[in-house]
């Protein structure tokens, strides 16, 4: 499971939630989700980061697939 998603998941927030708390569309929350933060601009890394409550770097750290 995708860490953005993971702990989306676990603070009890829809993506809907996410989006507001970020100031990001939905539809980029979904892509975060889905296709990771590699390709992410570092503004929303930091959006989701803060909005979920991690440190941007964990939070993209994270992200990278280790399998």
Not at 43 to 61: C, E, N, P, R
């Amino acid at each position: 499971m995708n860490m953005v998603r993971k702990l989306r998941v676990q603070k009890k927030m829809t993506q809907d939630e996410l989006a507001t708390r970020s100031g990001l569309s939905r539809l980029t929350v979904v892509s975060a989700e889905k296709d990771g933060l590699a390709k992410a601009k570092a503004k929303t890394v930091v959006a989701l980061a803060d909005a979920l409550g991690v440190d941007a770097g964990f939070l993209f750290a994270s992200s990278v697939n280790h399998e």
